[in-house]
């Protein structure tokens, strides 16, 4: 079995900062992309931020130059660095990952139980 758990996250003022942690454990074989997706009230799940095993990043336009992903393959973590913070960033963040239990298991993705993240104006 994999567990994916999250820390971080709470209630913040406008401006502020938080750091999202995710750590995947079990049955792992290979990880392959790490990202954080979010859901805010009334609204579609939607990416915010992935990376690759070879460490690219990607970004939701709305979260450019504001949040930064990062990962530590040996830990199998990855954690969401986020600044500037708008009362629109207020969501549910999930941690997502795609893992493979055995050499001959494709990827499957994986997801976190979720953690509130709330932006005061």
């Known amino acids: 079995q994999v567990r994916l758990v999250e820390s971080g996250g709470g209630l913040v003022e406008s401006g502020g900062s938080l750091r999202l942690s995710c750590a995947a454990s079990g049955t792992i074989f290979s990880v392959n992309a790490m990202g954080w997706y979010r859901q805010g009230p009334g609204k579609q799940r939607e990416l915010v931020a992935s990376i690759a095993r070879g460490g690219t990043p990607i970004y939701a336009d709305s979260v450019k130059g504001r949040f930064a992903i990062s990962r530590d393959n040996a830990k199998n973590t990855v954690s969401l660095e986020m600044h500037s913070l708008k009362p629109e960033d207020t969501a549910v963040y999930y941690c997502?990952?795609?893992?493979?239990?055995?050499?001959?298991?494709?990827?499957?993705?994986?997801w976190g139980q979720g953690t509130q993240v709330t932006v005061s104006s």
């Open positions: 997502n990952v795609d893992i493979s239990t055995t050499l001959l298991s494709p990827f499957r993705a994986y």
